[in-house]
């Protein structure tokens, strides 16, 4: 099993290139079934979860080619609609196969996909929407079987949660339902946006994407499409907090700026000095250690769940005490035991973890146990004295694409290790 091999070596420096969004580019490759001519994503970053994808999107019946960064998905001859546990099981993500099998072919049978390590992560929101829309659905022996007579039929549907997935899965859906569909309470992030956009360039009739209503006109059938997956805020995030945990600076090039508000207002109240283009991040601490904050985690325009795990990393060596709260998830804190392995110190007080500054972090033997957790740790390595090897990087390769060249190109010490 690959593990990183990480020497803490002073402030990082220089620039990187962002990848595409792996939460923007799941949803647009599922999106591919919704049509019988090819689709072609640009900018899709090399990450598991996309091979993940790509497979299942194969035992499906559709053909699959993938080039450097471009994937083109033709479904014309969908064969199986089937979603496997094996598959499943390795990307909650797959979850949205579901709406659009059901509302251009009628049937599907998508694995249930379980809770994870950050949390139980249950789908009613998926599946009550749909049954709203007029479907039919069992859940039985660990699958979700849903079929529809004929076509899926608009309604109006209340969430009672702010979900991303059930907003992406139910817009996959109502794209295709005669009449219209509104999504109360939807999320607003920038990857539903991103999707939007996509479905309404193959010919759907979304609007509202972006806030909390999402209005959409069914129509009969969609056409292609050529699209640019969205900058990843996620890996872009996370870079700008290694950057700043160790003082140091880095031009984010090919990034978002508009998709980050809350995480780089955090940022500026840890101390860096922040430039933004077009497309461009530039962070510098000149020369500065970073300063503690507060967080408490929030549905987008809010500070996002999946930067968490790396501003508590930040806090453990910035000055003062940052309280993270996380709103989101019950279980998202599994970075902090071997956080505190490496010297940090931080008391978890129910759903927030009490970070209290200036540890000299200490190089140690961790593991990760989730994507961002893993994002964590690799921080904590580049700030801590001596050699840090973070074991089960497998969760990071869900994610991040090729982590330790990128860093390794702003002056980190890092290898990948068998
Ligand atoms: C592939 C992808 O885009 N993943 C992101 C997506 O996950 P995902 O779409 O799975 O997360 P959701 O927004 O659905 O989850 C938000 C909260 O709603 C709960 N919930 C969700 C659905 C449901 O039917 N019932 C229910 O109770 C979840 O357990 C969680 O507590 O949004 C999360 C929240 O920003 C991010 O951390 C993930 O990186
Ligand atoms: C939790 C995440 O992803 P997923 O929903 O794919 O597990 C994440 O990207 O941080």
Redesign the pocket.
């Known amino acids: 099993m690959d593990k990183l091999l990480i020497k803490g070596n002073g402030p990082l420096s220089g620039s990187v290139r962002i990848s595409g969004a792996?939460?923007a580019a799941?949803?647009l490759l599922m999106a591919g079934l919704l049509t019988d001519q090819p689709c072609i994503f640009t900018n899709v970053p090399a990450l598991r979860d996309i091979k993940t994808t790509l497979a299942l999107l194969e035992q499906l019946g559709a053909r699959v080619s993938h080039t450097e960064d471009t994937v083109s998905i033709d479904a014309s001859e969908i064969t199986n609609l089937i979603a496997p546990y094996e598959l499943v099981k390795t990307m909650?993500?797959s979850i949205l196969v579901l709406g659009p099998l059901l509302a251009k072919f009628g049937r599907a049978q998508v694995s249930l996909p379980g809770g994870c390590a950050i949390?139980?992560?249950?789908?009613?929101?998926?599946l009550s929407g749909l049954e709203q829309m007029g479907a039919k659905i069992e859940v039985d022996a660990g699958y979700i079987t849903a079929e529809v007579e004929g076509r899926l039929q608009g309604a109006n549907i209340f969430m009672d949660?702010?979900?991303?997935?059930?907003t992406?899965n139910l817009m996959m859906a109502a794209v295709l339902a005669e009449g219209t569909t509104i999504l109360e309470n939807a999320?607003r992030?920038p990857?539903i946006v991103d999707l939007a956009n996509c479905l309404n360039s193959m010919g759907a009739n979304v609007s509202g994407a972006g806030t909390d209503k999402i209005q959409i006109q069914g129509v009969a059938s969609l056409n292609g499409c050529h699209h640019r997956v969205l900058p990843d805020r996620i890996e872009t995030g996370t870079f700008l907090v290694a950057a700043a945990a160790t003082g140091g600076q880095i031009r984010c090039e090919q990034a978002a700026p508009d998709t980050l508000e809350a995480v780089l207002s955090k940022l500026k109240e840890a101390g860096a000095t922040i430039t933004v283009g077009d497309d461009w991040i530039e962070l510098d601490m000149q020369g500065k250690s970073p300063k503690s904050v507060n967080i408490k985690t929030a549905?987008h325009p809010g500070f996002?769940?999946?930067m968490q795990a790396q501003f508590v990393a930040l806090n453990c060596v910035a000055s003062g005490t940052g309280v993270v709260t996380e709103t989101?998830?019950?279980n998202r804190f599994m970075h902090v035991p071997e956080l505190q392995r490496m010297g940090a110190k931080i008391d978890l007080e129910a759903n927030s973890a009490v970070c209290r500054g200036g540890s000299k972090l200490k190089g140690a033997q961790v593991m990760a146990t989730d994507l961002r957790a893993s994002a964590s740790l690799v921080i904590a390595g580049l700030v801590a004295k001596g050699e840090t090897l973070v074991d089960r990087i497998y969760h990071l390769d869900r994610g991040y694409e090729k982590i330790e060249v990128k860093l390794g190109g702003v002056g980190a010490k890092i290898e990948r290790v068998k």
């Open positions: 792996k939460n799941l949803p909650r993500a949390g139980a992560r249950p789908v009613n929101l998926h949660m702010v979900s991303v997935g059930a992406e999320a992030e990857e549905p996002p769940t999946d989101i998830f019950e």
